[in-house]
């Protein structure tokens, strides 16, 4: 799978109602930073179902 934002390979893939999207770790932490500015990540982290692989 490829970055949703460039032509690298996806290092996180986040899937909800079917649909999968890539990200590298440079545009993830991108988006993260953008996130953690707004209230948005407030109370977040109970929604969250993540599945850590190795």
Do not use: N
Not at 10 to 32: L, R
Not at 42 to 53: A, F, K, Q, S, T
């Amino acid at each position: 799978m490829e970055c949703h934002y460039c032509d690298r390979a996806a290092d996180i893939a986040v899937e909800k109602d079917g649909i999968k999207v890539g990200v590298c770790k440079e545009h993830f932490k991108e988006q993260m930073e953008q996130l953690a500015d707004s209230d948005w990540l407030d109370g977040v982290e109970e929604d969250l179902d993540i599945d850590r692989r190795e």
